[in-house]
Nanobody, 124 residues
Framework: QVQLVESGGGSVQAGGSLRLSCAAS????????MGWFRQAPGKEREGVTS???????SYGDSVKGRFAISQDKVKNAMYLQMNTLKPEDTAMYYC??????????????????WGQGTQVTVSS
């Protein structure tokens, strides 16, 4: 059974940083593309970043240069380092795993498994 558990969310002032974690079980980061998504109240879900098993990454335009995705295949965990946070980054952040080695950050249907989410709130 696949399980994705996010942690690390919280409240921070604009300009601050947070690091989200996603602990995966039931699948391997060596064989599954992984990603982070977010959804703010009243808005559509947005792809934040993704990482292929080989390490290639992709970022949404709104977070490029501020966020960084990484993975630890030994721990089977994924991380999202968020710097220079802005109020518009406020959202529920979700960890997601694709069906296999391929994923598309702009197509959420390429992701099969989803975590429960962790809330990030950025105040001005």
């Amino acid at each position: 059974q696949v399980q994705l558990v996010e942690s690390g969310g919280g409240s921070v002032q604009a300009g601050g940083s947070l690091r989200l974690s996603c602990a995966a079980s039931g699948l391997s980061l060596s064989t599954n593309c992984m990603g982070w998504f977010r959804q703010a109240p009243g808005k559509e879900r947005e792809g934040v970043t993704s990482i292929y098993p080989g390490g290639m990454t992709s970022y949404g335009d709104s977070v490029k240069g501020r966020f960084a995705i990484s993975q630890d295949k030994v721990k089977n965990a994924m991380y999202l380092q968020m710097n220079t946070l802005k109020p518009e980054d406020t959202a529920m952040y979700y960890c997601a795993a694709a069906y296999g080695t391929y994923c598309n950050l702009y197509d959420g249907t390429t992701f099969r498994y989803w975590g429960q989410g962790t809330q990030v709130t950025v105040s001005s």
